[in-house]
């Protein structure tokens, strides 16, 4: 398994205020893998399949993960994972992933772990 970049406590919209890819921000609405409202973030402009940032909250940890349409419906990476999937063909959107979950961290909201 990845890295996974998981929140010290559930964030709210203004947590994540002035985080941004590629000019989208931070919403709450309903999300391609979570169908339960939640924070999420649409990015524009990526490689052929509909992209977002979303925030998943498990039993007992809340997550930060990427999510992709695809031709057979949504599927979802951990932030480790997240960087290569996007950036072969968007190395600026995997830029701004890395700046997003380092701002994450340096606030405070978040931190890298690994399960087993």
Same mark, same amino acid.
Request: aromatic share 12%; with cysteine; proline share 3%.
């Given at each position: 398994?990845?890295?996974? &970049?998981?929140?010290?406590? %559930?964030?709210?919209?203004?947590? &994540? +205020?002035?985080?941004?890819?590629?000019? #989208?921000?931070?919403?709450?609405?309903?999300?391609?893998?979570?169908? !339960?409202? !939640?924070? @999420?973030? $649409?990015?524009?402009?990526?490689? $052929?399949?509909?992209?977002?940032?979303?925030? *998943?909250?498990?039993? %007992?940890?809340?997550?930060?993960?990427?999510?992709?349409?695809?031709?057979?419906?949504?599927? *979802?990476? +951990?932030?480790?994972?997240?960087? $290569?999937? @996007?950036?072969? $063909?968007?190395? %600026? @959107? +995997? !830029?701004?992933?890395?700046? &997003?979950? +380092?701002?994450?961290?340096?606030?405070?909201? #978040? *931190?890298?772990?690994?399960?087993?």
């Amino acid at each position: 398994m990845g890295k996974i &970049l998981r929140f010290k406590e %559930e964030p709210t919209l203004l947590d &994540l +205020e002035g985080l941004s890819v590629n000019g #989208a921000t931070f919403i709450r609405d309903k999300g391609f893998f979570q169908s !339960t409202e !939640t924070l @999420i973030m $649409r990015i524009p402009h990526t490689f $052929r399949f509909s992209t977002s940032l979303e925030v *998943y909250k498990g039993d %007992e940890h809340c997550d930060l993960i990427l999510v992709q349409f695809l031709t057979r419906g949504p599927e *979802y990476w +951990e932030m480790g994972d997240s960087f $290569r999937r @996007i950036g072969f $063909r968007n190395p %600026e @959107i +995997e !830029t701004q992933f890395k700046e &997003l979950c +380092e701002t994450l961290v340096t606030k405070g909201l #978040a *931190y890298w772990t690994e399960e087993q």
